[in-house]
């Protein structure tokens, strides 16, 4: 089965666990061109347009234009990103987050 540019950017946005304004940020874009691209509207995005998408969603240009087939999807959901964020904070941080969490799962399982 065939998918549009947007099918597709909309697919690796949503399984990377960002929204159309998360995404419209990180490109330097508003939500409204996002949710233009994605509806398939008037033009394609510009060549350094797509190459940005690409690289946010840490996938091919390739692969978002339908020339090559989506490899793999970064695995990075909401959560994944989260993590990663966690890692980068010092060590204390660290603790005291992992703290709250052990807390809140304690909680939520009685």
Do not use: W
């Not at 966690?86 to 941080?93: A, F, G, I, Y």
Request: glycine share 8%; net charge positive; charged share 25%.
């Amino acid at each position: 089965m065939t998918t549009s540019f947007g099918q597709r950017l909309r697919l690796i946005r949503k399984a990377s666990g960002l929204t159309q304004t998360d995404l419209a940020k990180a490109v330097g874009v508003s939500k409204r061109v996002i949710s233009y691209y994605e509806r398939n509207e008037g033009n394609a995005p510009t060549a350094d347009l797509i190459a940005k998408f690409a690289d946010i969603l840490k996938v091919s240009s390739d692969e978002l234009l339908g020339l090559t087939e989506i490899k793999s999807i970064d695995g990075r959901t909401r959560y994944g990103r989260i993590i990663e964020k966690l890692n980068n904070l010092p060590s204390d941080d660290q603790k005291m987050v992992c703290g709250m969490i052990d807390k809140l799962t304690i909680a939520a399982s009685h």
